[in-house]
């Protein structure tokens, strides 16, 4: 079993890698080809689109790879009771994306220019929901092959789509170039779910009954799935409520739509996806973690629950500490050498120690999941949501610009970390 871990923690941890560059030459190819204005514009919407995502998954896949590594039932019938369900949510989201897109892009975001790109996530959110549910499917196996191939493959198929699409789309103007960016996330993802089909076993059987949906598979992925989705529903809130309320504030107090549009860009764009630059080895560990944790946790067996637990948090700072004293020390070498840039260099050497704790959150949010404790998940959310939203509207009428941003997003990822670790020694004690 220890070797089973160490495998897919060294698969994921590779695989996460090549993805990791994969998305960062997609920034990097993004930024340059639409400018910082364009930028700007994608990053606004952007929160929009990660709600959807969060709503549109409603924590199925959580639960599918959760049952699927306790190894009790027809997984087969498990996966096809949990898609009807996911194909019911996503009908009636993408018609609540077409009932509000005038709303949030006039009157929430102040910006028309996003009101093509927001419809076009209702087409989108479909595909990733079958994506993310088939990629579960082999999580829950411990086979993290498939989910690395199909990662690649899919940011692969998204960088060829930008560098072809992008110039040609750019002289009909910014809109329609983060519209097709958007939508260009539909090619990309039913390739990675051909890829996870051709993956599955040739032996598997499906019988006609298997087709049925199982209604005590339904509601027990529903009593995972429902607190799952209830903290990261929360948590995109938080986030889909950001643009608006530093907009409609930053405003008030005398900014122009220009200013932010360009610095929350630079913050949301730059700064953020490279201080998270580590994220991607937290996570492979998390993801492994996941099943094992799952499985010994309902077996009783604690303490090696711990040590593993133990081992996701050293490893996540292992990596962590030297690439944060990297960016403290000369943030604007690897803005220039990343994005061509060296704006958000002071934003960069704020965020990065802060981004240590955010390190550590990943596996302890896995580790809480895999035992059952959700819940705890959408407390901890929730209660950095209402500290981070806040902040943001109280701090944003200082006249400090992006500061209010980076204070009330520093605060956040403390206290959710040091409430989640406070839970997963509680548990485990």
């Known amino acids: 079993m220890k070797e089973k871990f160490i495998k897919s923690t060294i698969i994921l941890l590779i695989g996460g890698f ?38 549109s998954q409603f924590g199925l896949p959580t639960a599918l790879s959760k049952l699927v590594s306790e190894d009790t039932k027809n997984n087969v019938k498990l996966f096809f009771s949990i898609i009807p369900i996911s194909l019911l949510i996503n009908t009636f989201l993408i018609i609540i994306i077409f009932l509000l897109a005038p709303v949030l892009s006039n009157n929430l975001l102040h910006n028309k220019d996003t009101y093509l790109s927001i419809l076009a996530i209702a087409l989108v959110i479909p595909f990733t929901s079958i994506s993310s549910i088939c990629r579960s499917y082999f999580f829950g196996k411990e086979k993290m092959f498939p989910h690395i191939i199909s990662n690649i493959l899919e940011d692969i198929v998204r960088l060829v789509l930008m560098i072809v699409g992008i110039p040609l ?34 032996k598997i059987s499906i019988k006609l009954s298997d087709l049925k949906p199982n209604y005590s598979y339904i509601k027990e992925s529903l009593s995972i799935g429902i607190p799952n989705t209830t903290g990261r529903l929360i948590g995109s809130i938080g986030y889909f409520l950001e643009p608006i309320i530093l907009t409609s504030v930053l405003l008030k107090c005398g900014y122009s739509s220009n200013f932010i549009t360009r610095e929350y860009g630079i913050l949301s764009g730059y700064v953020m996806p490279l201080v998270l630059l580590p994220s991607f080895f937290t996570l492979a560990i998390s993801q492994a973690l996941l099943p094992v944790v799952s499985r010994e946790y309902a077996k009783g067996n604690k303490r090696l ?27 604007e070498f690897f803005l220039r050498i990343i994005y061509h840039t060296s704006k958000g260099g002071v934003y960069t050497r704020v965020l990065a120690p802060i981004c240590l704790f955010q390190y550590i959150q990943s596996p302890l949010s896995f580790c809480l999941d895999a035992m059952g404790k959700s819940k ?31 204070i009330s997003i520093s605060l956040n990822v403390i206290v959710v970390t040091f409430y989640s670790l406070k839970k997963v020694r509680h548990y485990l004690t």
């Open 18 to 55: 090549v993805t990791k560059l994969l998305g960062m030459l997609i920034k990097i190819i993004m930024s340059r080809l639409i400018g910082t204005e364009g930028l700007g514009l994608y990053m606004l919407i952007l929160p929009t689109f990660s709600l959807f995502i969060g709503l």
């Open 376 to 406: 705890d998940n959408f407390v901890a959310t929730t209660l950095g949501v209402i500290i981070r939203t806040s902040l943001l509207f109280i701090l944003s009428f200082f006249k400090i610009g992006m500061w209010g941003l980076i």
């Open 169 to 202: 789309i750019l002289p009909l103007g910014l809109k329609y170039a983060v519209l097709y960016i958007v939508l260009s996330n539909i090619i990309s993802e039913v390739s990675s779910i051909i890829i996870l089909i051709l993956f599955l076993p040739k």
């Open 305 to 331: 629950v711990k040590r593993k637990a133990k081992q996701a948090i050293g490893m996540s700072l292992l990596i962590g500490v030297p690439v944060t004293i990297m960016f403290v020390l000369g943030p």
